[in-house]
């Protein structure tokens, strides 16, 4: 009952029956449409898991009375032996599958049992009833404030004036915000300093060489609503969670939210499902206007209805528009017309690759040709990359921070900004404040990035930035990045090279990249970036635990 249930939550909702789960919608059956909504919409699928544990049990009772069994008469010792050796050994198996057959972190975490996600959840929920022994280290890592209740919330005494004061500017002096998030992205194949890859995608070439153009930016995490967290909150990622997923009732205040205050109209048009991870509610909170329909699903027709929608804008308040894509993901299938999808998996991603540029030259042609493009900040990044088949391998050893699932692209253009190249490594973490800071807004915030438009940043070597997913983080840091696997534990951080710029086999956009090579760190610096690493998981994991990221 509790699988059949818990199937049909990841069907529906993408999550797991977890002690997060229950605490959110502890009172969900007082709405009866959303439990009408799961109950008849996974109906079918539903009497299927009821009917296969009906027919079991159900043969069981025939088999036992069949054999005239005396269930009043004790079995000898030895049958008592053999029957908890062959019990224990068929829960060893299905309890440790995933160890043995092809162990896949995100296989894991939806296949796991119902009754080990809830005991491990409260084992680790408990670990955080009081502060991590490492938590101050952890926080002044990160940049927060160790002696605050909320330790990355930057009070604003000078809000109230600041909205006020945008607001009643005059309307061409708000600029209009277009962010362009593209699925799967990534960075070797869309690093424009690569001639070819100009060739390829010269839409996205041609953007790049009007913007401030950072080829080495990295993801928090993976999925995609991981990418959709760093975006549009500004926050890092938990090493051994997906916080937008598993924990829908934290505190959080997205950039569009802040906007939204000093009077922006803000819309998102939508790729995938907003169900698929659980998204609805950030959406729903974060926009005016969210739209997915399957008909526009391919990019091109994404990227035609999104110029339809922005040019229906209102035209009476600054406005902010999101486009997500989605012909990048997995399995890479474009419209009939385009024709048969390769085999090659690296061939179908390149061909996807340049479809998506096809649509972005629609977006970009769609806005210089709107009389305020003038007056348009345009943001494009990755929501997180793709590994191709060498960096899946090399996953299991390095974890899923690596450059495979977290290497993308970020591009700032708008009026103001001098187009350049800057080789230096940021995170899509860094978008919230930029934005914020651009348009001169004076606001409290939570944002754990930094402004890359700041003159007084040019030349300087900027903080530490992270990715995490399923247990595992990458911590980057000038040229190297650090690897440590599992987060928790007795292992040490592994570390690498950070390839800055384009030595790679750039003959082959899409599996020419793998890794950068291994360095030679003294045992010492290992174990103090293991130290300082363990220490940065334990003090955001409790953070977030605790609901404290923002009041």
């Known amino acids: 009952m509790l699988s059949g249930i818990d199937d049909e939550l990841q069907r529906w909702m993408s999550q797991k029956l977890s002690l997060s789960f229950i605490k959110t919608y502890l009172y969900a059956f007082s709405d009866t449409e959303l439990v009408s909504k799961i109950a008849l919409g996974g109906l079918g699928h539903f009497l299927l898991t009821l009917s296969t544990i009906f027919i079991f049990v159900l043969l069981l009772i025939i088999l036992a009375t069949k054999s005239n069994f005396d269930f009043s008469k004790k079995l000898p010792k030895s049958k008592k032996i053999i029957s908890a050796i062959l019990i224990f050994s068929i829960t060893a198996l299905g309890c440790t599958s995933h160890l043995w057959y092809h162990y896949s972190p995100r296989r894991w975490d939806r296949i796991r049992p119902v009754v080990y996600t809830l005991v491990s959840d409260l084992l680790e929920s408990s670990e955080f009833d009081k502060k991590p022994a490492d938590y101050r280290e952890g926080i002044l890592l990160l940049g927060g404030n160790p002696d605050s209740e909320y330790p990355f919330w930057h009070e604003s005494t000078n809000e109230e ?29 869309f690093d424009m300093r690569v001639p070819t890859n100009c060739q390829l995608f010269p839409n996205f070439c041609k953007l790049s060489h009007k913007s401030l153009y950072f080829p080495n930016t990295y993801s928090v995490g993976n999925p995609s609503v991981e990418g959709l967290l760093g975006i549009m909150t500004g926050i890092m990622s938990l090493p051994n969670k997906t916080l937008l997923r598993d924990f829908p009732n934290t505190k959080l205040k997205s950039f569009s939210e802040i906007l939204s205050n000093a009077g922006y109209y803000n819309e998102v048009i939508l790729g995938a499902d907003p169900r698929f991870d659980n998204e609805e509610g950030w959406y729903s909170k974060w926009f005016d206007y969210y739209e997915f329909k399957p008909e526009y699903a391919d990019d091109v027709s994404s990227a035609k209805r999104f110029i339809e929608r922005y040019k229906a804008r209102p035209k009476d308040k600054p406005t902010f528009f ?11 299938i474009l419209p009939e017309s385009m024709g048969e999808t390769p085999h090659d998996i690296g061939k179908a991603y390149t061909r996807a690759a340049v479809y998506m540029d096809s649509a972005l030259g629609i977006i970009l042609d769609g806005l210089e040709s709107d ?43 708008g009026p103001g900004i001098e187009p350049r190249l800057d080789s230096r490594i940021v995170s899509q973490m860094n978008i919230s404040k930029t934005i914020i800071d651009y348009i001169g807004l004076d606001v409290s915030n939570h944002f754990m990035g930094i402004n890359l438009l700041q ?97």
């Open 161 to 189: 004036k600041s909205i006020n004061e945008f607001k009643h500017k005059d309307l061409k002096e708000k600029k209009n915000i277009i962010l362009l998030t593209i699925e799967s992205l990534r960075g070797w194949t």
């Open 322 to 332: 999101h486009w997500m894509s989605l012909s990048m993901h997995t399995p890479f």
């Open 371 to 413: 009389p305020d493009f003038q007056n348009t900040l345009i943001i494009l990044t990755g929501d997180h990359a793709a590994p191709n088949g060498a960096q899946q391998q090399i996953s299991e050893k390095l974890g899923l921070g690596i450059e495979g699932y977290s290497w993308i692209s970020l591009m700032f253009s």
């Open 455 to 551: 003159d007084s940043l040019v030349n300087q070597i900027l903080p530490a930035i992270y990715s995490s997913k399923y247990g595992s983080l990458a911590m980057r840091k000038d040229s190297t990045a650090y690897y440590l696997v599992p987060v928790q534990g007795n292992t040490s951080a592994i570390a690498r090279q950070i390839v800055l710029q384009p030595t790679w086999d750039t003959s082959d956009p899409s599996d020419g990249f793998v890794t950068g090579n291994a360095t030679t760190e003294s045992d010492e610096k290992i174990l103090e970036i293991t130290k300082q690493m363990r220490a940065v998981a334990n003090a955001w994991s409790y953070v977030v635990y605790t609901n404290k990221v923002m009041p």
